[in-house]
């Protein structure tokens, strides 16, 4: 099962930040968490993971909370071509070669 | 860096017969690859983890002897749908595993095979 809790749906306008929130009450030590956006029949995109520090790409920015219980994904200027179904991931270690399990993640819909 | 590849990109076709879907990394060795199942409307559902050289792991309830995993080498891993069914009708995804790190993994998805069985 996921071990992940994303809200279902969130807006936001065009031009704006877009923060996109993700519960991990339950992740260990050394479990990264991953982010990744799905347009509609395509495979998903990779945005960003990371372990315990704030990371940020060209993409967007991730930040971990202290305790890892959670974590933000924030595109900073969201687009139109933004609009997609976001999965935060925690990725299982130990000896489940590193699988990573889909929950049912967040729709944004970013608006003119 | 760290593309896949997968092909065909949509297939069409009869009750009973058997489809093979190819996943390649392009640019670097994964020896692990994973095939992922996508309804529509619903979220990606892992089926099985595939590593080069080994018999590949199934997640439970997948029927290993229904959807046959080929993982021959460090580039190419294979599905094969067999005696496809209606209900086999689905969005067909791979990923491939690669190194960052210690314990620092990548992963990177081919652009799914949308399969219609008629």
């Known amino acids: 099962d996921a071990k992940t809790t994303q809200p279902p749906s969130m807006d936001c306008a065009e031009g704006r930040a877009a923060n996109l929130p993700c519960n991990h009450s339950?992740?260990?030590?050394?479990?990264?968490v991953y982010w990744y956006r799905q347009i509609h029949s395509q495979g998903p995109q990779y945005i960003i993971h990371?372990?315990?520090n704030n990371e940020t790409n060209e993409m967007a920015s991730l930040i971990i909370t202290e305790d890892r219980k959670s974590s933000t994904l924030i595109l900073p200027h969201a687009t139109l071509r933004d609009t997609a179904v976001y999965y935060c991931?925690?990725?299982?270690?130990?000896?489940?070669?590193?699988?990573?399990?889909f929950g049912q993640g967040t729709i944004l819909t970013v608006h003119p | 860096g760290a593309v896949v590849s997968q092909h065909p990109s949509w297939v069409i076709c009869k009750s009973g017969t058997s489809v093979k879907i190819e996943c390649r990394s392009l640019?670097?060795?994964?020896?692990?690859m994973f095939w992922y199942r996508q309804f529509p409307k619903q979220s990606l559902m892992l089926m099985a983890t595939?590593?080069?050289?080994?018999?590949?792991?199934?997640e439970q309830g997948v029927e290993k002897d229904k959807f046959l995993i080929n993982h021959a080498s460090l580039t190419l891993s294979t599905l094969t749908v067999t005696s496809a069914h209606p209900e086999d009708s689905s969005f067909y995804i791979c990923?491939?595993?690669?190194?960052?790190?210690?314990?620092?993994?990548?992963?990177?998805f081919g652009s799914g095979t949308r399969l219609t069985v008629v």
């Open positions: 990923s491939a595993r690669y190194t960052q790190g210690p314990m620092n993994y990548g992963y990177t």
């Open positions: 339950t992740i260990s030590g050394n479990e990264y």
């Open positions: 990371g372990l315990k």
């Open positions: 991931i925690v990725r299982e270690g130990g000896t489940s070669y590193g699988k990573l399990t």
């Open positions: 640019d670097f060795q994964a020896t692990t």
């Open positions: 595939s590593n080069e050289g080994s018999k590949a792991t199934y």
